[in-house]
């Protein structure tokens, strides 16, 4: 994933937006309501609310964030496929988890192409962090220190069959390695646990590490590269793993939404995300910034779904 060349983009979705047809020049009429599927403060909340002025500002109407946690993110989605696809109800997503939980979750209702991408607006790359008096101070000496305690490490991530869940699986096929694997609903809650030494360790997100990296020891970073955020951190794969989970975010809605409605929305989203000032903002909270429309947004979801279902066949999954 990289960051795309944003004006020529933007400049198209503006040009094919100005020649549809009737539809959207009474849209939106009034308050669009976004879905939050975790809870405040994680890194849909914080895209989100830095989003949110710009958004209003473009659209003209409130762009109104609710919070509906549980399930990992399950429980908003499937609440999100089944609104009336008018464009006045879309939401936050997590890529892979809605890829993963309706192959993996029984209770699930909704499918991965139950919905239209507008937009991947940033991803986080996942790293390992362990709490501040953990005796491990390196990534070797964690492994090490897992060999000798079995079963014994708790490692915190939001939900099951989600990024941090996938990056916890692979990280233990890898080193060979058994830890505790500890669920949250929000990666506020994980960080909270983390700070408060009430969990030993976490594969979680690049926000999370670089706000509170004073706070806690983080031993390794999924990136392709090291992160300009962070420095003086490894890599998975200069350590000699083969890993580079991440997470990307964005907003979705039904499928079923008029086209035009779609264009709308991607045309909001793209204008909102190109703005240097919320790529600034976005890369000091330790995002990785995209600007992606529609078609962009599908291709590396149809990328993702290859290779997440390539790990969950080597890991063995079942269904839940």
Request: glycine share 10%.
């Amino acid at each position: 994933m990289r960051k795309w060349q944003v004006t020529g983009l933007v400049f198209a979705v503006l040009l094919a937006f100005s020649t549809v047809p009737g539809g959207t020049q009474d849209f939106p009429k009034g308050p669009i309501n976004y879905m939050n599927p975790f809870n405040p403060g994680g890194e849909v909340d914080i895209a989100a609310r830095a989003m949110q002025p710009y958004l209003e500002k473009n659209l003209g109407v409130p762009f109104v964030i609710n919070y509906m946690p549980g399930a990992g993110g399950a429980l908003c989605w499937s609440k999100l496929a089944a609104v009336k696809p008018d464009g006045y109800n879309i939401g936050g997503f997590s890529i892979p988890h809605i890829i993963l939980q309706p192959i993996f979750m029984k209770d699930v209702t909704f499918k991965t192409d139950d919905f239209v991408i507008f937009s991947i607006v940033e991803y986080t790359p996942i790293g390992l962090a362990v709490k501040k008096d953990f005796k491990a101070n390196t990534f070797k000496e964690f492994i090490d220190y897992c060999k000798a305690n079995p079963g014994k490490v708790s490692c915190g991530g939001v939900g099951k069959f989600s990024g941090h869940h996938f990056a916890t699986l692979q990280f233990m096929k890898l080193s060979g390695v058994k830890v505790n694997y500890v669920t949250f609903t929000g990666t506020s809650q994980v960080q909270t646990a983390l700070l408060g030494g009430h969990i030993d360790a976490s594969f979680t997100n690049s926000t999370l590490l670089t706000t509170s990296k004073d706070q806690i020891k983080v031993l390794a970073i999924g990136s392709p590269k090291r992160m300009v955020q962070l420095p003086e951190i490894p890599t998975f794969e200069e350590l000699g793993y083969k890993m580079y989970p991440r997470i990307a975010r964005g907003a979705m809605g039904p499928k079923n939404i008029p086209k035009d409605i779609q264009k709308r929305l991607e045309m909001a989203f793209l204008d909102t995300t190109s703005k240097p000032e919320f790529i600034a903002k976005m890369e000091q909270a330790g995002f990785v910034p995209q600007v992606m429309g529609i078609e962009e947004s599908h291709k590396y979801l149809d990328m993702e779904v290859k290779e997440h279902l390539k790990l969950a066949q080597e890991f063995d999954l079942k269904k839940q």
